[in-house]
């Protein structure tokens, strides 16, 4: 039996069999390193990047000790945002299938608060939320942490740079001293172990290697003035041509001046930031996942957590202020064994952050002249689908299947032509192929979905 089977550690046989039925073999280096620490009852600081099986970690973790006859909460998991929660409580509930009656609840802002309420008095063992809106509950009395066995800190730096240490302190006032810790970082800085220190009981430390491996991803450098950087994306796009792109920026206004720039450009890109209104962040988000955005302008907070399979594509539009951050960004593509693409765009004022990244990489940065950049030809960067969003979500009972009816059947659009479907609680989503696009928004706002009449329109 090797060391990295998920067998050789003390987990029940019914983990084992539903771990073996979701396909995880072997454990990953990040997986095989904290959770001998983690099933002992120990705390933990791991640092570790997005993509390298942490929530499969800390969830395997958590539900060793739960007992599923208890149903107040037992594991508290904070998360810096929404999407991160929504993705880890998806995480949590496959983990959780070979268990009875485990139940898991999403605790977030820019949601109304009573439904909450409501799920709470059901009873949860497992909460996965964001700082702000667990605080509430706590205030409220809607939320009781006294049997808390686990705790974990999820994107634990990300948290601290939206400004949470306070909060995550208060929270942690609220539960028992005996709890086990966990924490969950990209970076080291400062705070984290301000954090450990005030709130971790001699917590052990595993680190995983977060550098890429070159062959999966390459790496360019293009030296620019400062007046070249706008022209200088809109080259890179057309030289690479790439179906998904993020382009990270430093600050919203920055984020915003790069989209008026493509858009005037005639391609298609969208922002998102930190004042985005939640409705238009799920709107932004579902367009870039189902491809019907090409570029996605983002800044680094806005950035973390979103859960894109297959990105050929990243630009630094201005190098990151920290070489892990740097390291973040390119791992964003490349993932799931496809190759991918990292380009960064450096002033010369900005140097020292290039030298930066050199010296963490331990090679070499690969330079290009921006003259080798060759357009390929072609109209402007246009995505191949096309969104449609309805009127009606989750609160509605509207569910996939009836988007999907309503097209093949009725509109008699084939279903291979029909892409991701998102919906939210109160909008639905839906991308077909852009030629199919006015067909698809004349049979959905003409007929019927789910018996009744729903507004249709076009992003």
Not at 191 to 213: W, Y
Not at 221 to 243: G, H, Q, W
Not at 351 to 372: D, M, V, Y
Request: glycine share 8%; hydrophobic share 40%.
């Amino acid at each position: 039996m090797t060391a990295t089977a998920f067998s050789s550690l003390a987990l029940s046989p019914a983990m084992l069999a539903n771990l073996e039925s979701l396909g995880y073999a072997e454990m990953t280096p990040i997986q095989a390193q904290s959770l001998p620490v983690m099933l002992k009852g120990m705390d933990l600081i791991a640092q570790a990047k997005t993509g390298s099986g942490k929530t499969a970690a800390f969830g395997i973790g958590l539900l060793a000790p739960l007992n599923p006859r208890y149903f107040g909460c037992q594991a508290l998991v904070l998360c810096p945002t929404r999407e991160l929660a929504d993705q880890v409580a998806k995480e949590l509930r496959r983990l959780a299938r070979g268990e009875d009656n485990i139940k898991i609840l999403t605790l977030c802002g820019g949601v109304p608060f009573g439904p909450q309420i409501g799920s709470l008095e059901h009873g949860a063992q497992i909460i996965v939320g964001t700082p702000g809106r667990v605080q509430q509950h706590l205030a409220k009395g809607t939320l009781k942490l006294d049997g808390l066995n686990t705790l974990v800190l999820d994107e634990a730096d990300r948290m601290l740079d939206m400004g949470f240490y306070d909060s995550i302190a208060e929270i942690i006032g609220h539960t028992p001293e005996r709890r086990q810790t966990l924490l969950f970082s990209a970076t080291y800085p400062a705070g984290i172990k301000q954090l450990s220190a005030t709130f971790m009981r001699n917590p052990q430390q595993v680190k995983v290697e977060a550098l890429h491996d070159d062959s999966q991803i390459e790496q360019r450098f293009y030296e620019i003035t400062p007046d070249e950087r706008m022209d200088a994306v809109v080259k890179l796009l057309n030289s690479y041509r790439p179906t998904s792109c993020v382009a990270f920026c430093f600050t919203k206004q920055q984020c915003q001046e790069v989209v008026d720039h493509l858009t005037a450009k005639g391609m298609s890109a969208a922002a998102l930031h930190g004042d985005l209104e939640q409705r238009d962040r799920d709107q932004v988000l579902a367009m870039f996942a189902n491809r019907s955005l090409s570029v996605l302008v983002a800044t680094d907070v806005a950035a973390r957590g979103l859960d894109i399979d297959a990105l050929d594509m990243v630009i630094n539009v201005e190098l990151a202020r920290d070489s892990e951050i740097h390291i973040h960004r390119v791992g964003r593509t490349g993932r799931a064994g496809e190759k991918g693409l990292a380009m960064s765009l450096v002033a010369p004022a900005e140097g020292h952050r290039a030298q930066a990244i050199e010296t963490l990489q331990k090679s070499p940065l690969n330079w290009h002249p921006l003259s080798s950049l060759k357009h390929q030809g072609g109209a402007p960067l246009q995505p191949l689908m096309m969104t449609l969003c309805i009127g009606a979500g989750r609160k509605d009972k509207l569910r996939p299947g009836d988007i999907l009816g309503a097209l093949t059947g009725e509109g008699g659009i084939p279903g291979a032509q029909v892409g991701k479907i998102a919906i939210f609680d109160f909008q639905a989503y839906v991308a077909v192929e852009r030629s199919l696009a006015v067909q698809a928004l004349k049979c959905l706002s003409e007929g019927k979905i789910k018996g009744r009449s729903l507004r249709v329109r076009t992003l």
